[in-house]
């Protein structure tokens, strides 16, 4: 017989990559740190040493920043490079247009303009239409585009695509803004590094996620180009992201990139999706709704057959017929609950 607590986390482990638990390396780090004074608000040893594996591993000479989570990252980052009267051009299924509680408009005060995006990716031919207002007095004025890798669809930008947009948002006077909240994952899905996916590819600001790949909290924003970080210190602290005991974020960034923890992690929560989708893909009434490249796998079923799915699993219905759900993996997914969960989807299909 299953513990209560045991069941409980049955129940859930394929509702969101948020659900996990923190590694147990990242736990270790933490706890490593856990003894005596240092100076707060980031102007620690610990801090300092962790800008420094950033700056490395992402190949840049930039600033970087750590955050407590990935709204506050996108939300301060954009902040700093906007006006009022200018916008931010991004995916209509982006996490800053649909769940962020708006809070971009509240405390950026741009507008946002959502673009029709494919499998969540946007591309030059879908921005150009908004930008016929450059110049116009009458129209807010776009001034970044953000795209976020892995999509909230889990699917990828490939380099080149991301190369293409780079170009083409530098090309109108436009900054690269891009939410890697499952950076990792995608890197982990290419086999590239993780710069491979943005300094080189012409990105200007990363929020760079952590939570989802095994930290307990926390993210980093960087700026390529040390010029867009001027104001940042500031506006980091006005968004409330500022953290006093900031070593215990930083340890936990520096425990992620040594050794590639962070790839290991996303390449294991790939494979459990990747799974997933393998032992479904074939069932009658069902078909998978985009390329399964993270750890994200969409699926539209029958509404009954979710409904039932849903009375021994929760997970997120994300379209009002109904019949779209979205499953993910996360680093510490069973081999053995896929499985199960695979069992389960065949059995409410059935019935
Ligand atoms: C793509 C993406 N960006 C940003 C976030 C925001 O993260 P947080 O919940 O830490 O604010 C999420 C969270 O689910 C996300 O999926």
Redesign the pocket.
Known sequence: MMDKEEAAIQRSCFA?D?NAGVHPEILASIYKVNSGHVLAYGDDPFTKTAIKQVQKEFGTDGEVFFV???????VSALATVTRPFQAIICPRT???NV??CSSPERFIGCKLIDVDAPYGKITPAAIDPFLSSLGDEHQAQPKVVSI?QA??LGTVYRPEEIRILADYVHRHGMFLHM?G??LANAAAFLGCSLRDLTGDCGVDML?F?G??NGLM?G?AVIFFDQVLARDYRYTRKQTTQLASKMRYIAVQFERLLEHELWRENALHANRMAALLADLVRELPDLSIAYPVEANAVFVKMPKESLERLRSEFFFYITEDSGQLARWMTSFDTREEDVRRFGEAVAESLRE
């Open positions: 969101s948020n407590f989570n990935g709204t506050g990252a996108n982006a996490h800053i769940d962020e976020t999509t909230e939410d909240a499952r929020s996620g939570t989802k909290y993210e």
